[in-house]
């Protein structure tokens, strides 16, 4: 069974700084990995999707990695602002299971 | 943005009544999800579609039912409310054109049963 985890489960950084949000799963037989955003009380907003195929996806100040052999994949947010504040959350599409499965998340918070 | 609608979006109702959550997609999406998510949790999911008269339990275990007779409308049934059900409820979409489309979210109906 796939499992997905998130580290850290929280993150408080200063406006203008440069972090990364993990995510890594235990099944390697993925067909995609996908990064969310979600505000409190709100669905969830597409930011990224890496296919099993590729090593990174860009948006913006967004930077997804995938290194599917290990079982990892990095947000990485350039020059954070405090609209950046939210849940994060990564899911995994499974080859076999054919559904995706999604971490706990990671809540940041990026201070004016 | 993604075209997909869940209705209502706050319902607050008694024990043993009976609910409709409503979701709706214009994308011409063939699945279908319907998560659930207790506030800072993970996101569980309770039933998805592959598309018209197919339907699938999840992963979580749950008293809901659902029905797919249309590609663009997922309700979620339960018969009889219980304030375990007290939960957000969300709705999600993807083409099934390939395995690699991604999933699109509706914003979600935030349950309470007294």
């Known amino acids: 069974k796939q499992e997905v985890t998130q580290i850290p489960a929280a993150l408080s950084v200063p406006e203008g700084e440069n972090l990364v949000l993990n995510c890594s799963f235990t099944d390697s037989a993925i067909y995609n990995l996908q990064w969310f955003r979600q505000d409190p009380g709100k669905g969830l907003t597409s930011l990224l999707l890496i296919q099993s195929s590729q090593r990174e996806q860009t948006s913006g100040r967004l930077n997804a990695s995938l290194d599917k052999s290990s079982g990892r994949s990095t947000l990485y947010i350039a020059a954070s602002q405090p609209g950046d504040s939210a849940t994060y959350l990564c899911?995994?599409?499974?080859?076999?299971?054919?559904?995706?499965?999604f971490g706990d998340g990671t809540t940041l918070t990026v201070k004016p | 943005e993604a075209d997909i609608y869940q209705t209502p979006r706050y319902l607050v109702i008694g024990t043993g009544k009976k609910i409709t959550l409503e979701c709706s997609q214009t994308m011409g999406h063939d699945k279908m999800y319907w998560y659930q998510q207790d506030p800072g949790m993970e996101l569980h999911l309770i039933h998805y579609?592959?598309?018209?008269?197919?339907?699938e339990k999840g992963d979580l275990s749950s008293e809901s039912t659902v029905s797919r007779i249309r590609t663009e409308h997922f309700p979620l049934t339960l018969e009889s409310a219980r304030p375990s059900h007290t939960s957000q409820y969300l709705c999600?979409?993807?083409?099934?054109?390939?395995?690699?489309?991604?999933?699109?979210f509706g914003n979600g109906t935030r349950l309470t049963v007294t």
């Open positions: 899911a995994v599409y499974n080859t076999n299971a054919g559904k995706s499965t």
């Open positions: 579609s592959y598309g018209v008269n197919s339907t």
């Open positions: 999600a979409s993807s083409t099934g054109a390939s395995y690699n489309s991604p999933l699109h």
